[in-house]
Protein backbone atom coordinates (compact mmCIF):
# COMPACT_ATOMS: atom_id res chain seq x y z
CA UNK A 1 0.00 0.00 0.00
CA UNK A 2 2.80 2.22 0.82
CA UNK A 3 4.17 1.88 -2.64
CA UNK A 4 0.70 2.67 -4.30
CA UNK A 5 0.41 5.82 -2.56
CA UNK A 6 4.14 6.89 -3.65
CA UNK A 7 3.19 5.61 -7.01
CA UNK A 8 -0.03 8.29 -6.94
CA UNK A 9 1.64 11.13 -5.93
CA UNK A 10 4.70 10.86 -8.79
CA UNK A 11 1.72 10.14 -11.05
CA UNK A 12 0.01 12.94 -9.56
CA UNK A 13 2.97 15.11 -9.85
CA UNK A 14 3.76 13.69 -13.48
CA UNK A 15 0.48 14.88 -14.82
CA UNK A 16 0.78 18.22 -13.47
CA UNK A 17 0.60 21.25 -16.34
CA UNK A 18 3.77 22.76 -14.25
CA UNK A 19 5.72 19.23 -14.46
CA UNK A 20 8.91 20.93 -16.61
CA UNK A 21 9.00 24.16 -14.15
CA UNK A 22 8.78 21.87 -11.12
CA UNK A 23 11.45 19.35 -12.35
CA UNK A 24 13.81 22.54 -12.87
CA UNK A 25 13.15 24.28 -9.42
CA UNK A 26 13.75 20.32 -7.78
CA UNK A 27 17.13 20.11 -10.00
CA UNK A 28 18.08 23.64 -8.73
CA UNK A 29 16.96 23.26 -5.24
CA UNK A 30 18.77 19.89 -5.35
CA UNK A 31 21.86 21.02 -6.25
CA UNK A 32 21.81 24.20 -3.63
CA UNK A 33 20.99 21.75 -1.19
CA UNK A 34 23.73 19.26 -2.22
CA UNK A 35 26.72 22.08 -1.98
CA UNK A 36 25.70 23.53 1.48
CA UNK A 37 25.70 20.12 2.69
CA UNK A 38 29.11 19.39 1.44
CA UNK A 39 30.26 22.84 3.45
CA UNK A 40 28.48 21.84 6.11
CA UNK A 41 30.42 18.58 5.62
CA UNK A 42 33.58 20.68 5.01
CA UNK A 43 33.03 22.59 8.61
CA UNK A 44 32.38 19.18 9.93
CA UNK A 45 35.69 17.93 8.94
CA UNK A 46 37.53 21.24 10.07
CA UNK A 47 35.40 21.82 13.63
CA UNK A 48 38.10 20.52 15.81
CA UNK A 49 40.87 22.80 14.30
CA UNK A 50 38.15 25.61 14.63
CA UNK A 51 37.14 25.07 18.18
CA UNK A 52 41.02 24.16 19.00
CA UNK A 53 41.58 27.76 17.32
CA UNK A 54 38.69 29.63 19.16
CA UNK A 55 39.21 28.42 22.58
CA UNK A 56 43.02 27.50 23.68
CA UNK A 57 43.71 25.60 27.02
CA UNK A 58 39.99 24.24 26.95
CA UNK A 59 39.03 20.78 25.30
CA UNK A 60 37.59 21.02 22.09
CA UNK A 61 34.65 18.06 23.67
CA UNK A 62 34.19 20.29 26.74
CA UNK A 63 33.48 23.12 24.24
CA UNK A 64 31.63 21.80 21.98
CA UNK A 65 28.95 20.32 24.53
CA UNK A 66 28.81 23.31 25.85
CA UNK A 67 28.00 25.32 22.89
CA UNK A 68 25.27 22.13 21.46
CA UNK A 69 22.13 24.05 23.45
CA UNK A 70 22.98 26.90 20.74
CA UNK A 71 23.36 24.66 18.14
CA UNK A 72 19.98 23.21 19.10
CA UNK A 73 18.15 27.35 19.19
CA UNK A 74 19.51 28.17 16.29
CA UNK A 75 17.99 24.56 14.67
CA UNK A 76 14.55 25.66 16.54
CA UNK A 77 14.81 28.88 14.63
CA UNK A 78 15.55 27.51 11.15
CA UNK A 79 13.54 24.85 11.18
CA UNK A 80 10.49 26.89 11.96
CA UNK A 81 11.04 29.34 9.12
CA UNK A 82 12.22 26.21 6.48
CA UNK A 83 10.75 23.50 7.42
CA UNK A 84 6.83 23.06 5.70
CA UNK A 85 3.90 21.03 7.04
CA UNK A 86 3.22 18.15 5.08
CA UNK A 87 0.12 18.46 3.04
CA UNK A 88 -1.37 15.34 1.07
CA UNK A 89 -5.21 15.64 -1.34
CA UNK A 90 -6.76 13.29 1.43
CA UNK A 91 -10.22 13.59 -1.42
CA UNK A 92 -8.05 12.28 -3.84
CA UNK A 93 -7.34 9.17 -1.65
CA UNK A 94 -11.01 8.80 0.23
CA UNK A 95 -12.26 6.56 -2.06
CA UNK A 96 -9.46 3.98 -1.83
CA UNK A 97 -8.97 1.19 0.81
CA UNK A 98 -6.71 3.34 2.58
CA UNK A 99 -7.15 3.89 6.17
CA UNK A 100 -6.64 7.45 7.32
CA UNK A 101 -4.40 6.82 9.95
CA UNK A 102 -2.04 4.81 7.69
CA UNK A 103 -2.15 8.30 5.28
CA UNK A 104 -0.85 10.61 8.21
CA UNK A 105 1.54 7.67 9.24
CA UNK A 106 2.77 7.93 5.50
CA UNK A 107 2.67 11.91 5.29
CA UNK A 108 4.40 12.13 8.62
CA UNK A 109 7.29 10.01 7.37
CA UNK A 110 7.56 11.75 4.15
CA UNK A 111 8.11 14.80 6.12
CA UNK A 112 11.25 13.50 7.48
CA UNK A 113 13.33 13.06 4.37
CA UNK A 114 14.59 16.29 3.60
CA UNK A 115 17.99 17.63 3.91
CA UNK A 116 17.30 19.63 7.57
CA UNK A 117 16.68 16.26 9.01
CA UNK A 118 21.04 15.59 7.90
CA UNK A 119 22.14 18.72 9.04
CA UNK A 120 23.42 17.37 12.52
CA UNK A 121 24.41 14.26 11.57
CA UNK A 122 26.52 15.59 8.76
CA UNK A 123 28.09 18.28 11.10
CA UNK A 124 29.21 16.23 14.03
CA UNK A 125 29.94 13.16 12.28
CA UNK A 126 33.50 13.68 11.82
CA UNK A 127 34.06 15.02 14.85
CA UNK A 128 32.46 12.40 16.67
CA UNK A 129 34.46 9.54 14.81
CA UNK A 130 37.96 11.93 15.22
CA UNK A 131 37.68 13.39 18.72
CA UNK A 132 34.91 11.57 20.61
CA UNK A 133 36.23 7.84 19.44
CA UNK A 134 39.78 8.80 20.17
CA UNK A 135 38.78 9.71 24.09
CA UNK A 136 35.96 7.27 24.78
CA UNK A 137 36.13 4.99 22.40
CA UNK A 138 33.95 3.95 19.28
CA UNK A 139 30.81 2.63 21.44
CA UNK A 140 31.07 6.77 23.29
CA UNK A 141 31.32 8.04 19.89
CA UNK A 142 28.24 6.45 18.43
CA UNK A 143 26.03 6.63 21.05
CA UNK A 144 27.01 10.70 21.78
CA UNK A 145 26.49 11.05 18.00
CA UNK A 146 23.41 9.24 18.58
CA UNK A 147 22.24 11.47 21.54
CA UNK A 148 22.75 15.10 19.09
CA UNK A 149 20.76 13.18 16.10
CA UNK A 150 17.94 11.95 18.61
CA UNK A 151 17.87 15.34 19.63
CA UNK A 152 17.70 17.12 16.32
CA UNK A 153 15.25 14.64 14.46
CA UNK A 154 13.21 15.26 18.26
CA UNK A 155 13.08 18.75 17.20
CA UNK A 156 11.58 17.94 13.23
CA UNK A 157 8.98 16.13 15.05
CA UNK A 158 8.23 18.87 17.91
CA UNK A 159 8.49 21.71 14.93
CA UNK A 160 5.41 20.00 12.96
CA UNK A 161 3.40 20.42 16.26
CA UNK A 162 4.59 23.78 16.90
CA UNK A 163 4.02 24.65 13.22
CA UNK A 164 0.41 23.67 13.20
CA UNK A 165 -0.10 25.29 16.30
CA UNK A 166 1.02 28.81 16.04
CA UNK A 167 1.90 29.01 11.81
CA UNK A 168 -0.05 31.66 11.16
CA UNK A 169 -0.03 33.45 14.29
CA UNK A 170 2.39 36.75 15.55
CA UNK A 171 3.03 33.96 19.03
CA UNK A 172 5.13 31.83 17.29
CA UNK A 173 7.69 34.37 15.67
CA UNK A 174 7.69 35.80 19.24
CA UNK A 175 8.27 32.36 21.08
CA UNK A 176 11.33 31.61 18.55
CA UNK A 177 13.06 34.95 18.99
CA UNK A 178 12.32 35.07 22.94
CA UNK A 179 13.86 31.35 22.96
CA UNK A 180 16.90 32.75 20.30
CA UNK A 181 17.49 35.96 22.65
CA UNK A 182 16.87 35.10 26.17
CA UNK A 183 19.15 31.75 25.73
CA UNK A 184 21.76 33.32 23.46
CA UNK A 185 22.03 37.15 25.91
CA UNK A 186 21.36 35.31 29.32
CA UNK A 187 24.80 33.34 28.72
CA UNK A 188 26.53 36.77 26.90
CA UNK A 189 25.44 38.73 30.04
CA UNK A 190 26.54 36.21 32.85
CA UNK A 191 22.91 35.81 34.04
CA UNK A 192 22.92 31.89 33.07
CA UNK A 193 24.74 29.59 31.30
CA UNK A 194 22.93 27.79 29.27
CA UNK A 195 26.07 25.99 27.94
CA UNK A 196 26.70 24.38 31.67
CA UNK A 197 23.37 22.32 31.12
Do not use: C
Amino acid sequence: MLFELIRLEFLKSFRSTSFAKSVMVAIFLGFLALMLLSYLFMAGLFLNRILAELVEGQGTTVTLNSGLIFFFLVEFMYRYFLQKLPVIELESLLHLPISKKRIINILLGRSFFSALSVVALILFTPFAFTEIAVQYGVAGAISWLGAVVFISWTLHWFMLWFKQRFEDSLIGVVIVFAVLVLGGGSTYLGWFNLGEL
